[in-house]
């Protein structure tokens, strides 16, 4: 059978890339993948509405069989009219890691889409529990180990409170003596709060601090699989998710939402009411223990539902 040919359109965010290379590993699994890379450079605003104008209001270009694929993937908007177009002429599929913008959503053959989006339904929306993602279970994870991984500032959905934050973490430390934690930070983390968690980790032998910054692609990933526990700030939400994918027991260190309800809270909600998270008040006060769930796959689903609707010969 011939190889799947494949190309990939980033926009060059680590985030979104993992989400289609997880469902590009897991077509792996099922078949040959022939993958070819498209990085598209950020625009400006004029420039992003006047393509989009040029998109819509174009008429379809002929496809031409020249270097022909099967399947384009890209996952963040700025990926959107460049794989529409690339569709336009050569007839492969568009496959989406997210909700697109109305005027351009029906132009795609799959999208991808976390429930919490609360989308209409249609042909070409498949719903996920969370992003897809490349982390993996892992059989190696140390029960006295344990990661907290730190967010930070979004002025759209939440209030950042370092004091708060840092005294949770301390807190926790406090309360799991047995146990020897890594902590890291995120782009979005203050300065202020790195800070706070450098000092955190002076003079504790079982406590140590990597920024962000020291860490480099694959470092995350690597953790969840020496960590048996895994706590997050509730902004990070991908975070969450590929922390479920490798098996992790996950713990949320809760924010303050600007807006209650709001998709991350949805999700976390959905989470803790399917017992799959714990808030550390939950923990503290003994009021919900994690229950064992196989680890979530949501690339491996994305990957066979795009070979069940148009390469089902694939499949076992």
Same mark, same amino acid.
């Given at each position: $059978?011939?190889?799947?040919?494949?190309?990939?359109?980033?926009?060059?965010? !680590?985030?979104?890339?993992?989400?289609?290379?997880?469902?590009?590993?897991? =077509?792996?699994?099922?078949? @040959?993948?022939?993958?070819?890379?498209? @990085?598209? +450079?950020?625009?400006?605003?004029l420039g992003d509405i006047s393509d989009h104008l040029g998109y819509i209001f174009k008429s379809g270009r002929r496809p031409n069989s020249e270097g022909r694929k099967d399947l384009l993937i890209g996952t963040g908007s700025r990926t959107h009219l460049?794989?529409?177009?690339?569709?336009?002429?050569?007839?492969?599929?568009?496959? @989406? *890691? $997210? @909700? !697109?913008?109305?005027?351009?959503?029906?132009?795609?053959?799959?999208?991808?889409?976390?429930?919490?989006?609360?989308?209409?339904?249609?042909k070409n929306i498949f719903r996920t529990i969370g992003p897809p993602n490349i982390a993996m279970p892992s059989s190696s994870s140390d029960p006295s180990r344990g990661l907290i991984l730190v967010g930070g500032e979004d002025e759209r959905s939440h209030h950042w409170d370092s004091k708060r934050i840092v005294a949770e973490i301390a807190q926790l430390m406090q309360d799991t003596m047995a146990v020897h934690w890594t902590i890291s930070s995120s782009p979005r983390t203050p300065e202020a709060t790195e800070e706070m968690l450098k000092?955190?980790?002076?003079g504790q032998e079982r406590v140590r601090f990597i920024p962000f910054s020291e860490t480099?692609?694959?470092?995350?990933?690597?953790?969840?699989?020496?960590?048996?526990q895994v706590w997050i700030t509730g902004d990070s939400i991908s975070m969450v998710y590929e922390a479920l994918s490798a098996g992790c027991r996950v713990g949320i260190l809760e924010v303050s939402w600007k807006r209650r309800d709001n998709k991350f809270s949805r999700s976390l909600?959905? =989470?803790?009411?399917?017992?799959?998270i714990v808030t550390?008040?939950?923990?503290?006060?003994?009021?919900?223990?994690?229950?064992?769930? +196989?680890?979530?796959?949501?690339?491996?689903? *994305?990957?066979?539902?795009?070979?069940?609707?148009?390469? !089902?010969?694939?499949?076992?």
């Open positions: $059978m011939q190889p799947l040919r494949v190309t990939l359109f980033s926009d060059g965010r !680590p985030g979104h890339e993992k989400q289609s290379l997880g469902i590009l590993e897991a =077509l792996q699994n099922y078949c @040959t993948v022939d993958l070819d890379r498209q @990085t598209i +450079a950020p625009g400006s605003l460049p794989m529409l177009s690339s569709k336009r002429i050569s007839s492969a599929r568009a496959v @989406t *890691c $997210m @909700t !697109p913008m109305v005027l351009l959503r029906k132009d795609f053959d799959l999208c991808f889409v976390p429930f919490h989006d609360q989308i209409r339904d249609a000092k955190l980790a002076i480099g692609p694959g470092w995350v990933e690597e953790q969840y699989r020496k960590n048996a909600d959905y =989470l803790i009411a399917e017992q799959r550390l008040s939950q923990y503290r006060e003994g009021s919900a223990q994690w229950c064992e769930h +196989a680890p979530l796959n949501e690339a491996d689903r *994305c990957a066979r539902e795009i070979l069940r609707r148009w390469w !089902p010969k694939n499949l076992p």
